[in-house]
């Protein structure tokens, strides 16, 4: 089975803290996920990953940044965290090249931020 | 741009048949995924539809229609445990555009 784990399932953290969410998935998976869920908006893609050191920008970008040092590991960081970035975040990976492939998520981390 | 739609909410009966609908406006399409997603659970796959007609898995089927940009998840004998947000994604260009996502709560 795909295992995709990530480092907290709750955070809470201040206005203007820096906020690391890690994310693990253990099938050696090209490609990786960030995307952050709100009622009503559904999943928004934040950034993806086709390799390591690889990343590109998703729908919203925008306040984040992210790291893929190792195949299984894709980090999301929040420079300075503010109130809208509440929300829920999920990490995803699939295999191969494309988006053909399905994307396995882990379980989420919802992070509240003061 | 791209732009997924369906129904926020839905009501059915334990045993009954329910269809969930989806539409989608994009560029480049190439599939249509739905998942499954329990209260405070990751989303899980449940189907991917690529050509047009009907897939059938168990309990579970899904439609696509590529010149209507339409698709919708039939769900047969519904269960309790089928409570649950069932999301619709389409494959196009280089990612996977979600809608908001269709609450379905069944009742006994």
């Known amino acids: 089975d795909v295992k995709v784990t990530q480092s907290s399932r709750y955070l809470v953290k201040r206005t203007g803290e820096k906020v690391f969410l890690e994310c693990v998935q253990d099938?050696?998976?090209?490609?990786m996920f960030w995307y952050r869920q709100d009622p009503g908006l559904g999943l928004r893609l934040i950034y993806f990953?086709?390799?390591?050191?690889?990343?590109e920008k998703g729908d919203i970008p925008e306040g984040y940044s992210v790291s893929r040092e190792k195949k299984e590991r894709f980090s999301l960081i929040l420079e300075s965290a503010s109130t809208n970035q509440t929300s829920m975040y999920l990490c995803a990976s699939s295999r191969g090249a494309g988006l053909q492939e399905t994307q396995y998520f882990g379980p989420g981390t919802r992070l509240l931020v003061l | 741009g791209q732009n997924i739609d369906q129904p926020t909410e839905m009501t059915a009966t334990e045993g009954a048949i329910v269809q969930i609908n989806c539409t989608y406006q994009?560029?480049?399409?190439?599939?249509l995924f739905w998942y499954q997603q329990h209260a405070g659970e990751a989303p899980t796959f449940l189907s991917y539809?690529?050509?047009?007609g009907l897939e059938e898995k168990g309990r579970f089927s899904s439609f696509l229609s590529r010149s209507k940009g339409y698709s919708y998840l039939l769900l047969k004998e519904l269960q309790m445990k089928d409570s649950a947000s069932y999301l619709c994604a389409a494959n196009a260009g280089n990612m996977l555009t979600f809608g908001g996502g269709t609450r379905l709560m069944v009742k006994p």
């Open positions: 099938m050696d998976h090209e490609n």
């Open positions: 990953s086709y390799d390591v050191k690889m990343k």
């Open positions: 994009t560029s480049g399409f190439n599939g």
């Open positions: 539809n690529v050509l047009d």
